[in-house]
């Protein structure tokens, strides 16, 4: 699976250099995230990949979902596919720039975090902070996830949720800071007065994240 992305490069590139990925949310696109890169470090490489699926008005989806169905929500097939192709690209680009000895972040939201969730816990090895917007931890991805203590407690999470969230319930995002706890894995959980969205609160917080 050859994803598209678009991409904004630092100055200088080595094989230090920070990469962080972005993954939207259903219907939107990879211009979505990217709109914060302003925002962060001026040294990092940020490359935001667009879903592969069409949907309606011109957006992209990673999985399909349904609406009417919270026991099967999102298409479990699709969702994995899209996974094994996220995990492709980002080796194809952290070898392109040949970051060897950088470290390798991720922001994810809505669905673009339930695959970050199931990257970083499946490969923690490879990835540092991870971010997960108004999003949930899906159990039918997480077969397999590693459990080993010394490999978790290099990551960072940050995982925040609208009180008001009307598409994905507040309490499927709860279900996060359990996971994580029972991992012992390092993780930062924000709730915010806001419905399925990034509101000024949290964005501040999440910058204040990638800035440590």
Known sequence: MNLDYIVREPEHIT?????????????SNEQDLFSFRETLPADWLIVSFRAPRDTQFEGYSWFDIDFNNPENFIDIPQA????????????KVVNHYG??????????????GILCYALALKHPDMFSYVA?????????????????????????????HG????????????????????????????????GHGVNQKNYMDLMDFFSK
């Open 99 to 112: 970051l060897t000895e950088g470290k390798v972040h991720l922001c994810g939201f809505s669905q673009g």
């Open 132 to 160: 997960c917007l108004s999003s949930y931890p899906e159990e039918k991805l997480l077969d397999g996830i590693v459990k080993d203590k010394k490999k978790l407690e290099r990551l960072r999470f940050f995982v925040s």
């Open 15 to 27: 094989p230090n250099t920070t990469v962080l990925f972005m993954l939207h949310g259903y219907g």
């Open 163 to 194: 009180t008001d969230d009307a598409v994905i319930p507040m309490e499927w995002g709860r279900k996060a800071a359990d996971l994580l706890y029972d991992l012992s894995c390092y993780f930062t959980f924000r709730e915010y007065m806001s």
């Open 80 to 91: 994995k596919e899209s996974l094994d192709g996220v995990l492709e690209n980002i080796l």
